[in-house]
Nanobody, 118 residues
Framework: QVQLVESGGGLVQPEGSLRLSCAASGSIFSINVMGWYRQAPGKERELVATVTSGGSTLYSDSVKGRFTISRGNAKNTVYLQMNSLKPEDTAVYYC????????????WGQGTQVTVSS
């Protein structure tokens, strides 16, 4: 059983910044991928960024250069530093964990709302 808890969402003006946090708990395989996805109203959930347990990162082209995903000092913690936010970044952001152990491979947090508006 794995639980993901996100925090840090909110309302921010264009060009502002937010830092999202996700803490995972439970039985988690040491080799895993954690990431952030987002879903805007009326749209499909899309990849934002991922980071492996080895530190490799992947970003959507739409956020590359503006967002930074990182692992925390605490194990199974991931952050998303969002800079130069745009209105089109408005979405519910979900933390994700993928690993190869257990009865399921993919786990999702409850989501945190990010709204970019003046």
């Amino acid at each position: 059983q794995v639980q993901l808890v996100e925090s840090g969402g909110g309302l921010v003006q264009p060009e502002g910044s937010l830092r999202l946090s996700c803490a995972a708990s439970g039985s988690i395989f040491s080799i895993n991928v954690m990431g952030w996805y987002r879903q805007a109203p009326g749209k499909e959930r899309e990849l934002v960024a991922t980071v492996t347990s080895g530190g490799s990162t992947l970003y959507s082209d739409s956020v590359k250069g503006r967002f930074t995903i990182s692992r925390g000092n605490a194990k199974n913690t991931v952050y998303l530093q969002m800079n130069s936010l745009k209105p089109e970044d408005t979405a519910v952001y979900y933390c994700n964990l993928f690993h190869g152990a257990g009865s399921r491979n993919t786990y999702w947090g409850q989501g945190t709302q990010v709204t970019v508006s003046s």
